[in-house]
């Protein structure tokens, strides 16, 4: 099974409460759902912020379930970025600092048993794995 979402602008909270929708109707364990949810929030927020630096873009959302395994493909046409760039915040500095955010990567690495980035055609292209708990009939 799988579906796409198409976003202009990054809508991301309208985008979650679809893809979260959908994740219930595919049966997937609470936890697991609030995982992948926040991991695609903090994706979507750091192309946003990032990518297209706060203005409009488009971003499309593929998410499938195969047997109890979600992918979730997030493609963009914003700047490129690679994952390998990007280091973990420094706990002691960051505290010390006026910075705010930095654990997006960290945060979506730690909740998706897979994530890999690429480019290719002007497009960035995101895929987070997760193997999932479905849950049985009520």
């Not at 499938?64 to 493909?73: A, G």
């Not at 970025?81 to 654990?103: C, N, P, R, W």
Request: proline share 1%; aromatic share 6%; hydrophobic share 40%.
């Amino acid at each position: 099974m799988s579906h796409t979402y198409k976003t202009e602008g990054i809508e991301i909270r309208k985008a979650c409460l679809e893809i979260e929708s959908l994740f219930v109707n595919w049966s997937i364990d609470d936890v697991d759902i609030q995982d992948m949810v926040l991991a695609i929030d903090e994706a979507l927020t750091n192309i946003k912020e990032h990518g297209y630096e706060n203005v409009v873009g488009l971003v499309d959302i593929e998410v499938s379930l195969e047997k109890s395994k979600v992918d979730i493909f997030i493609t963009d046409n914003a700047k490129p970025f690679s994952l390998d760039d990007i280091h973990d915040v420094d706990k002691a500095t960051y505290l010390e600092s006026d910075q705010i955010g930095g654990f997006g990567v960290k945060i979506i690495k730690t909740l998706m048993d897979s994530v890999k980035q690429s480019r290719s055609n002007g497009q960035n292209l995101l895929v987070m794995s997760k193997n999932v708990h479905i849950k049985g009939p009520v």
